[in-house]
């Protein structure tokens, strides 16, 4: 079935780098996108969100892109630091949605080393 | 704190036991859901409650059997439970969703349930 999915289940970064975490999505009529980080022993917390009208939203340190004709998301951090070494997951929105229910992807681990 | 709180935030039960796990949202949501996540899986929508109503099973076996009093509370029991239901299980809430959603879900810490 449709799904949300993501590239590489591992990322390694070096303190300082930017990264880079990648997701497709496979359903057009996805409306909403949502990346959560999740540390240990924690839920998943909301990083940053966009709508389908928009390509580009920036927050403190993050990015996130959306490519509607490939049906791509991207999280773009700045300057990595220990702190964001975690699990990001995306989740999307497909309307219409009697459930209210997000659709997530499986993860990328993000490991920053000094 | 997120503002949605579970209990216990550890359980370890055997597989004839019953046991209850606790969600409590005063965030003013209308939604509760409960999210099973278990290792190098995507998480698994089980429940879906809104304004006190399930709107949503996704084929969960009947082991598992939500309640949800009010729009703060909600619980998910457990009775018979077999080893591979041993997951973490996350309890998350969200104003309607739609044209004004904005932030998605709230999610807890979750509880980590061992099942021997």
């Known amino acids: 079935g449709e799904s949300v999915g993501l590239h590489l289940p591992t990322l390694s970064v070096q303190e300082g780098d930017n990264s880079i975490i990648n997701c497709a999505y496979s359903?057009?009529?996805?409306?909403?996108f949502i990346w959560y980080k999740q540390e240990s022993g924690k839920g998943p917390q909301f990083i940053i969100d966009?709508?389908?009208?928009?390509d580009k939203r920036q927050g403190q340190r993050v990015t996130v892109l959306l490519n509607k004709t490939v049906k791509h998301l991207s999280l773009q951090i700045a300057a990595t630091q220990p702190g964001d070494s975690a699990v990001y997951f995306c989740?999307?929105?497909?309307?219409?949605?009697?459930?209210?229910?997000?659709?997530f992807g499986k993860g990328t681990s993000l490991l920053v080393t000094p | 704190e997120t503002g949605v709180t579970q209990t216990p935030r550890h359980l370890v039960m055997g597989m004839t036991n019953k046991k209850s796990l606790k969600c409590e949202q005063h965030?003013?949501?209308?939604?509760m859901y409960w999210y099973k996540q278990s290792a190098k899986k995507p998480l698994e929508l089980m429940f879906v409650?809104?304004?006190?109503?399930?709107?949503e099973n996704n084929s969960v076996p009947s082991r598992f059997s939500p309640e949800c009093p009010n729009s703060s509370h909600l619980f998910l029991h457990l009775h018979t439970l077999q080893p591979e239901d041993s997951a973490l299980y996350l309890c998350?809430?969200?104003?309607?969703?739609?044209?004004?959603?904005?932030?998605?879900?709230?999610f807890g810490s979750g509880t980590r349930l061992t099942v021997v």
């Open positions: 989740a999307e929105n497909i309307p219409p949605n009697s459930g209210y229910a997000l659709n």
């Open positions: 409650y809104n304004f006190k109503e399930q709107t």
């Open positions: 965030l003013g949501h209308n939604a």
């Open positions: 966009i709508r389908s009208n928009m």
């Open positions: 998350a809430s969200s104003q309607e969703l739609g044209q004004g959603m904005k932030h998605g879900y709230t």
């Open positions: 359903n057009s009529a996805s409306d909403y």
